[in-house]
């Protein structure tokens, strides 16, 4: 059984920064696989945000680029987003996932396991 949950979310002032996490329970090859974080606001569909692929390599939403990090610990079983200089336009609930049938990360609609999601909210 593979769970994903997400960790870290909160409310933070544009320009500021917020750490999420994503610990990944269940097999420990999971970790060797693409995972990702993608983000759903109020009344948009939701969006990938940045991935990392086994060996990782990172691909990153145009939006996010420059200000987000992904990042894993495989030691850990615990994905990573670090968010800086947050926008208010960054608000969300935020989604780890990971797509189990890859160890590269190819297209976002690959992904099939999601976790439960986390709120963030950026103030201006």
């Known amino acids: 059984q593979v769970q994903l949950v997400e960790s870290g979310g909160g409310s933070v002032q544009a320009g500021g920064s917020l750490r999420l996490s994503c610990a990944v329970f269940?097999?420990?090859?999971?970790?060797?696989?693409?995972m990702g974080w993608f983000r759903q606001a109020l009344g948009k569909e939701r969006e990938g945000v940045a991935a990392i692929g086994f060996d990782g390599t990172t691909r990153y939403a145009d939006s996010v680029k420059g200000r987000f990090i992904i990042s894993k610990d495989n030691a850990k079983n615990t994905l990573y987003l670090q968010m800086n200089s947050a926008k208010f336009e960054d608000t969300a609930m935020y989604y780890c996932?990971?797509?189990?049938?890859?160890?590269?990360?190819?297209?976002?609609?690959?992904?099939?396991?999601w976790g439960q999601g986390t709120q963030v909210t950026v103030s201006s």
């Open positions: 269940g097999y420990s090859w999971i970790m060797d696989r693409c």
């Open positions: 996932a990971a797509d189990l049938g890859s160890s590269w990360c190819r297209r976002w609609e690959d992904f099939g396991r």
